[in-house]
């Protein structure tokens, strides 16, 4: 394959541990599925892995040149963070607030400046640890929640990246993540990305909506129009390195655990989970449940047991401690009720387990019961069931973790509902062996297929895709020479007609319409404009001839209003275009006086050949609802009408048919051979202008979004920057 940029993966972590004991250095690795997933694309990309080695920076201050040395070896790069910053970015603001509030416990964050800081200074040292290395054209993948304000920080720093970001963890409802108080700051971080991937649905839909309404973004089909980028999100389900798992089982190191453990649990049925101690992660519920199931069905005591296992983490978080506490007790006191000489009903192991082992839980439980109360993915459930090469086993699962979306046939469970999970623990137990070996196998054929490699390989597909479909947005930038050109046609052309759009064109858009009158910089462009005798300006806008004549009376400017119905040509009176009528409205406009109602912040405005409902001021998810609803109602009333209704920039706009700008401006058009023309616009009414110049004429898109227009300016500013420009040219 082609050898393209670097491709450069960033994470808090990397994939390898430094330590030191007695002043001696050592490398740990982590066999990790994201190492496996993205192992494949180290022979197409020139690729470095960056992040933190794990270890203060103090400790290793002296060590550090070798410890890179060494690093380099394995294409790792460490980040340097002090130990300050190790307190309060990572144990800090990563793991005591957005952990939490990321799960659903707002309780337990903590909102903190001060770790706030440290959040923001720790994306700062990765983002300068970056900028050593990358290079216009190389592509990043940043990883998880620690680094969510890096996308943004490399976008500012470096041009011409491609920047992924995946989110581990769950995106939580607007709701909770606007509890935040930093949250315009973190979405615009993870905006600066080109694209965003998820575990679920649920967490694109999560993070849209948050964009949309926090920071007022529009999406459409999970592509986010930001100022001058789209950005897409997407879901991208993380899978396990499937065939390790599946080979693993049948080893002899796995063989010789799976009869050791045998031996200690005898006959009984076995029952694992499998968890980091975390709150997250449901635990001691479902040692409830696991109660209940003993107390509601005496005849399985004596012939299960629950091997659960659970890894030591975040040692010294006061969450943590507490948990561990309950979860000793708890064990101590079901274990003490039920057991018998020759059965613990629960075999408690704290501690976490080499591969070996692991493999061998798997392969021995009768059940999993994996039962987070949130879980990002949860690549647990996966491994349990890729482990089964027997089929002989059943998956109880949690609907709150993301891998329940993908993972249908297992037993799925409210993790809270103890009564449910007991109840469904005696069904896993007493499941026929068909049912279980096609359950398993169906699950199987999804996990193979999209397993860790699948999972990377897609991401970077889709991450190029969205640059292509980037560049298709843009259309290409009046600058540089193309501008040049732009000013050396005009100057030399005699017959010059400049079609300008107003709102969002050469003014920004208001929250109410009246309030966008030209200021004082835009009414001397223009006069500086006509001052030129062989330029002629339009204005060609939606807006009513009343307000437009009052804005531009002193002015030698045209003026087509109402998406063309009206002309009033300098020094002249308004005249229609083309004969209208306008019976149609007594019809339409009960219906949106009943829209207007029903949603708080809209209004009417009514023109003479349209009606227009604005939305621009209401809540943007009411208002998507009640805008579709409105459409749907509008369409069907006006089957038989010679009327249209046209989505604008938050607006629906309910009119004649045979008006249009593009028709508009061909009638002005015939009434002379122009050898320049010009037309900036910058919505959907714009394009019909645009669709109809000759090729050779000048178009200009302002804003973002697929257009016909030729030219590209980001802003009304850009556009009159341009306008001086021509505005100053002497003579004719
Ligand atoms: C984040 C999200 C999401 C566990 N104990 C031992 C051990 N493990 C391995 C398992 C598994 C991994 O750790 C834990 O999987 P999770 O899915 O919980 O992943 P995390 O990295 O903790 O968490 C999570 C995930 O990212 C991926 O996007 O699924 O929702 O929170 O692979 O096998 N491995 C060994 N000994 C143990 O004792 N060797």
């Given amino acids: ?183 315009d700051e973190v979405l615009e971080g993870l905006l600066g990305a080109d694209l965003v991937g998820f575990h679920t649905a649920d967490y694109v839909g999560h993070f849209l909506s948050s964009v949309r309404r926090i920071l007022g973004y529009e999406n459409s089909f999970n592509q986010i129009l930001a100022e001058n980028r789209m950005i897409q999100a997407d879901v991208f389900p993380m899978g396990i390195d499937y065939k390790t798992f599946k080979a693993a089982v049948g080893t002899d190191e796995v063989k010789a655990e799976i009869e050791r453990i045998k031996r200690r649990v005898g006959d009984s049925k076995v029952i694992i989970s499998v968890d980091r101690l975390d709150y997250t992660k449901g635990l001691l519920h479902r040692l409830e449940a696991f109660e209940r199931f003993l107390d509601r069905y005496p005849k399985w005591r004596g012939k299960v047991t629950f091997i659960l296992l659970v890894v030591p983490s975040r040692v010294g978080v006061e969450q943590y401690a507490k948990l561990k506490k309950n979860l000793d007790e708890m064990v101590g006191r079901i274990n003490g009720k039920y057991d018998t000489i020759g059965w613990i009903p629960i075999w408690y192991l704290y501690r976490s387990v080499p591969q070996s082992v692991l493999s061998a839980l798997y392969a021995i439980g009768d059940v999993a019961l994996i039962t987070p109360i949130r879980d990002g993915m949860n690549l647990v459930a996966k491994e349990y069931v890729a482990s089964k090469i027997d089929g002989n086993g059943v998956l109880v699962l949690g609907e709150l973790a993301g891998a329940a979306r993908e993972m249908g046939e297992a037993i799925i469970v409210s993790p809270l509902d103890r009564s449910g999970v007991a109840d469904a623990i005696k069904q896993a137990l007493e499941m026929p062996s068909e049912e279980k070996a096609l359950r398993i196998s169906a699950m199987q054929k999804r996990l193979e297929r999209y397993d860790v490699v699948r999972w990377a390989r897609d991401f970077m597909e889709r991450l190029t895709h969205t640059k292509e479909k980037q560049a298709m947005f843009m259309g290409k930038k009046l600058a540089g020479r193309d501008e040049a050109a732009l000013v050396k046609t005009y100057a030399s052309a005699h017959n010059r007609v400049l079609f300008l759009d107003y709102d969002g064109t050469l003014v920004g858009f208001r929250d109410k319409p009246e309030k966008a009158m030209p200021d004082k910089e835009l009414l001397e462009i223009l006069e500086r404009l006509t001052r030129q005798k062989a330029t002629e300006i339009v204005i060609v806008s939606g807006r009513d001839p009343y307000t437009l004549q009052n804005w531009f009376s002193s002015l030698k400017v045209n003026i087509i209003a109402e998406h063309g119905v009206w002309l009033k040509e300098i020094d002249g009176d308004w005249e229609m275009i083309e004969l209208l009528d306008s019976e149609w409205k007594e019809k339409v406009r009960p219906i949106l006086e009943l829209y207007t109602d029903r949603t708080p912040g809209s209004f009417i405005e009514e023109k003479e050949f349209s009606l227009v409902w604005h939305y621009r001021r209401c809540d943007p998810i009411l208002a998507t609802v009640r805008s579709r609803e409105l459409k749907d109602a509008l369409l069907q009333l006006i089957a038989n009408l010679e009327i249209g209704v046209l989505e604008g920039n938050k607006v629906i706009e309910i009119k004649n048919t045979s008006i249009n700008k593009g028709r508009a401006i061909l009638h002005w058009l015939a ?62």
């Fill in 1 to 183: 394959m082609e050898k393209k940029g670097k491709l450069i993966i960033v994470s808090n972590r990397l994939p390898i541990s430094v330590s030191k004991k007695a002043g001696k250095i050592s490398f740990q690795r982590s066999i990790g599925g994201l190492a496996t997933g993205l192992a494949s694309f180290y022979k197409e990309y020139d690729s470095l892995w960056v992040g933190w080695p794990g270890i203060a920076y103090e400790k290793i201050r002296e060590d550090f040149q070798q410890v890179k040395k060494e690093l380099k070896k394995d294409k790792c790069v460490p980040v340097a963070l002090p130990q300050s910053l190790v307190e309060q970015f990572y144990h800090g603001f990563c793991n005591k607030t957005i952990w939490p509030l990321f799960h659903y416990f707002p309780n337990y964050a903590v909102f903190s400046d001060t770790l706030w800081n440290a959040y923001k200074k720790g994306n700062e040292l990765f983002a300068e640890a970056l900028e050593d290395i990358l290079r216009p054209g190389d592509t990043v993948w940043i990883h998880d929640f620690h680094l969510m304000l890096l996308p943004r920080l490399l976008r500012e720093s470096i041009e011409d990246l491609s920047i992924g970001f995946f989110l581990h963890i769950p995106f939580p409802s607007s709701e909770i993540f606007r509890l935040m108080p930093w949250r």
């Fill in 671 to 732: 009434r002379k051979d122009y050898d320049f023309m010009f037309v900036a616009g910058d919505d959907w009414t714009d394009e019909d202008m645009f669709e109809v110049l000759p090729d050779w004429a000048y178009s200009i898109k302002i804003g973002f979004g697929i257009s016909k227009a030729r030219y590209r300016l980001d802003s009304p500013f850009e556009l009159r920057q341009i306008l001086m420009k021509l505005a100053s040219i002497k003579g004719k």
